[in-house]
């Protein structure tokens, strides 16, 4: 980590000393909606062939001044709820070039996404599947974790293991909860092979949250096999201050503050948050007794910082994570009668470390070269009922380097570049010959390029990555119940591409129709659990393809736009273990031999009738099924049948928002459900029985009303009608729970 800080300031100094390449333009400008008020806080990018050359923000009057080398331009102005062509603005040095945009009231805004493609692009220039949550509407729905926003994402679901803090997973359609890759700044925050606990990110210090669907490993190699979630953070632009003190049911209190702003070319943000709750204390309802341990604390920190030359652009980021919390163990659905009492000891510790720095340099207009790396380093502790006087540990860190060409060439704009992973995980339970930890270790060399064509209404993005994953050897373990022989190296290699359109079919500004599509395959490698307890020495990734299309339409002039996805996804090479009944598809206790696909259909609608009012709407079905092993047999792993659901995806699910924002205040309901789900016995999983989670409905609500400029008083309710339901067979969810407080904010 101290090497990682060095080469962050050391690379800031540089940004400083290096001289400017030219001097610079200077482009101001206003911004305004269509009643003539001023618009705060919009985005202002000045975009070249290659991607963003600059951004910053308008202040609270709406104007805005940005300075960059002379040059033409593509001017984009991006707001939550309004929408503006782009423009072209050419700038020198010998005069002030001056902008007053207008904007138009939008139903979907316009966005620039960093997480579907090597280089950010807007959300209309590529058909992958992308969902863009910004910090208006995390302000408006009083948003508590990043988890919380991620259920307005179709075709995602989220399952918790009860209240707050709880083991939390990310289904991305039909995939597992391990093919997600989850990216703060471009940092990695999954574990070796992809598994990410999602209770714990916060988005107090987010400028927004991309969710893109479907597999990316041809933009990131490993674990984006079936989506990619970035955060991405607030820095620079005027200064801004804000903070939040509330506090509520189940013993809940938060509080939080953070800024960001810019002096000359520096731009910085940070901020903390503390959130603890006592969770649920009443009476489990599978056993009668009263739960004493089911308390959850965290805290989380951030700190950035960028530099904007004329040529040079270099930022860092760090981060830090910690929490804490009782788990009590299952105590609702016991069907089986299989539950031993609420576990009055067991609890988890979890401490994070994340920090980068990336670099961009511009040779010229069309060309830039672009660097960076990072380091995530989490150790965690679990206490239980078992080693009541001996915590058991784990342990993941993770380095990265990346350099990537960015140029433009006749219309067409190319990436290429290369990047190395260096993973090392820990576990008490990960052993060798004398029973002492060991750990495993293993490196990722990724190899990619990408080209980009826009010609009139279309736009196209193909792209390929060649991945060379090469595991070290392993020592033997000669446990009794599971050993291990020894394995020595091992290298796999796997070719991801992708390929995405979008076609704006036809269109006025009254009414527009855009064709999308997107095809492409994925990669996870396996996981620290899966290698140490097996004795397959040459496991595989697992793979998917997946392909999606839809089609977008806009109506009344961008106030009404309907989205609808078709996607299917196919998984292969699956590692499952093998067992006595499927001897003849492999010698090994696990291999890759279990197969599975999902497809369905992805519909949101939102309308966005006047400036007050925003109305959204979203219905996903999908049909998941597990497919027969590879070997002949036709049948599927035990105890499953070939046609079974997947475990946890429900068949349908869907949400409803209202957002209403008149004067100094405003407010929200929103209506989530799913359908009836598959799911295991709790304590002693699959081969205890397979069990119907049901279905439900709930309500969240809220408001906010500003009591000065600077002070907002809020209260929110979720689950507002008290339902009592299971995400995770055997877990209860957080019965009803309202919070209240006070939201300080200056610059806004």
Known sequence: MIRTGSLIGASLALALLLPAWASAARLTGSVTAPDGSAIGRARIVLESPTGPVRTTRTADDGRFAVEAPPGTYLLRILAEGFSAAPR??????S??????VTVALAAVAE???VSAGLVPVTRSSTGASITVIGEGEIRTRQLESSVDALRSVPGVTVSRSGGRGAVTSIFPRGGESDFTLVLVDGIRLNDMGGSFDAAHLPLFDLEQIEVVRGPQSALYGADAIGGVVQLVTRRGGPLRAAGVLEGGSFGTWRVNGSATGAVGRLQWGGGLERLASNGFTGEAPGTGETVSNDDYMRTDATASLGYQGEALQVTGLLRYGRNDRGVP?????DPGLTYSGVDRTSRGENETLAAGSSLTWRLQPSLQVRGAVSVADRDSTFLSQFTPDDPTSSGNQMLTGRAQLDAAWRAVA??????WLRERARSSFITGLDGAEVPIRRSQLGLFGEARAERG???????VRIERISRDALEANRSVF???PSFPQDTRTAVNPRLSASWRLAGSEAWWARLRGNVGTGIRAPGAFEIAFTDNPGLQPERSVSVDAGVETGWLGGRLVTDAIYFRNSYDDLIVTVGRAFANASIYRSDNISNARAEGVEVTVSVRPVTALTIRGGYVGQRTEILAND???GRAPTPFSVGDRLLRRPAHGGFADLMLAVGRASGFVRVDGRAQARDIDPSFGANAGIFDVAGFTTVDAGVTIGLRREIDLVVRATNLLDRAYEEIFGFPSMGRSVMAGVRLATGR
């Not at 072209?88 to 040095?93: F, I, K, M, S, T």
């Not at 005069?95 to 007053?100: D, I, N, P």
């Not at 190319?414 to 990047?419: F, I, S």
């Open 95 to 100: 005069r002030e070039v001056s902008e007053a």
């Open 111 to 113: 966005q620039v996404v």
């Open 329 to 333: 163990g299952p105590f609702g659905s």
């Open 88 to 93: 072209q603005v050419a700038l020198d040095d």
């Open 482 to 484: 599971s050993p291990r």
């Open 457 to 463: 209404p279309l736009s196209v993005q193909a792209g």
């Open 631 to 633: 070997g002949g047999s």
């Open 414 to 419: 190319w990436t290429a570049g290369g990047e």
